[in-house]
């Protein structure tokens, strides 16, 4: 008999949208709400939200809703960071996501994932991995990978190279 394998998910909320991500990438959730918490780029994609310091790092915070063609941030939307740690073409990343709102950690079994249906493959399928359909809700399991992807990573760091705005790695001492 096979045993079902199951991961833990953090979800999150954009929108009307569920969404989860493993927990395995998240090393924490930053409680801001408040737009003065993140400091803008000049001239950054409008897909970087800008940078924060997390443990004594400057790291990128990516608009998610920006990435998934979802309508902007209003200056009075609340919000919170979810800070990620990815690994991208053989690169260690540590960036935060702008998302809406945190909504649980929910135990999911591999058996639950199901394919992206094909009518949602115009709808970002690159950052799709699968769905799962749990009490009358659908939540998308995200590929980070894909969805956070380095174009703005690579632009964010040439463009603000002198100023030494971005850790890809968190420092020996930040990582208490």
Do not use: W
Request: proline content about 3%; aromatic content about 6%.
């Amino acid at each position: 008999m096979d045993k079902k394998q199951v991961e833990s998910y953090l979800t999150f909320r954009l929108q009307s949208e569920l969404f989860a991500v493993s927990v395995h990438k998240v090393l924490e959730i930053i409680e801001t709400g408040d737009e003065h918490a993140i400091t803008v780029l000049p001239k950054a994609s409008e897909a970087i939200a800008g940078v924060v310091n997390f443990r004594g790092n400057v790291i990128p915070v990516i608009d998610t809703r920006m990435k998934f063609d979802m309508s902007p941030y209003c200056s009075t939307d609340k919000f919170v960071v979810v800070v990620l740690h990815l690994l991208i073409n053989n690169n260690e990343h540590i960036v935060g996501a702008k998302v809406d709102k945190v909504v649980d950690v929910l135990e999911i079994a591999d058996d639950e994932i199901r394919p992206v249906p094909e009518v949602a493959q115009g709808y970002n399928s690159d950052f799709i991995q699968g769905v799962i359909h749990r009490d009358k809700t659908f939540i998308m399991l995200l590929n980070l990978e894909a969805a956070i992807g380095t174009d703005e990573i690579i632009a964010l760091k040439e463009e603000h190279a002198d100023e030494q705005i971005y850790a890809d790695k968190m420092t020996p001492e930040s990582a208490e």
